[in-house]
């Protein structure tokens, strides 16, 4: 899983697409972390996203980095029932704090994908997997 955490990392910033009835949807995300042999991800229980996820959970990550390379990490979301994943990526992202709080009722919802697939893609070769 590191490997996956790592690329993210790289990345900084990937896409994380969902299906919204038969349309797809796909949006920007930061929120990641590697904990307890998983990567994790932080989405807010008041958007669209999590509604998305929580009615079909499968979804796909596709994150770039400038050297040419692309993963695709594929599965289904699996939402963690321990705070300690949000609260570690609040550390992580103290500005998400202003966010997600007692005061706007907001909460962070992690999750990490199972039965996942990821794939390390060069421009224009078939890829090797990360997993």
């Known amino acids: 899983m590191s490997k996956i955490n ?3 990392t790289q ?3 990937f896409f994380l697409a969902t299906v919204d009835g038969d349309q797809p949807k796909v949006r920007p995300l930061a929120a990641h972390l590697d904990m307890d042999g998983k ?4 989405v807010g229980d008041f958007k669209d996203v999590y509604k998305q996820l929580v009615a079909n959970s499968k979804c796909e990550i596709v994150a770039s980095k400038p050297d040419g390379h692309w993963m695709r990490y594929t599965g289904k979301a699996v939402f963690e029932t321990d705070d300690k994943y949000a609260e570690a990526i609040l550390d992580g992202m103290p500005h998400l ?3 997600y709080n007692e005061k ?3 909460k ?4 990490h994908l199972e039965d996942a697939t990821a794939v390390d893609i060069f421009i224009m070769t078939v890829g090797e997997s990360l997993l």
């Open 97 to 99: 704090r202003d966010i």
């Open 11 to 13: 990345a900084e910033v």
């Open 104 to 106: 706007t009722g907001n």
């Open 39 to 42: 990567v994790i991800f932080g």
């Open 6 to 8: 790592d690329y993210l």
């Open 108 to 111: 962070m919802m992690c999750f």
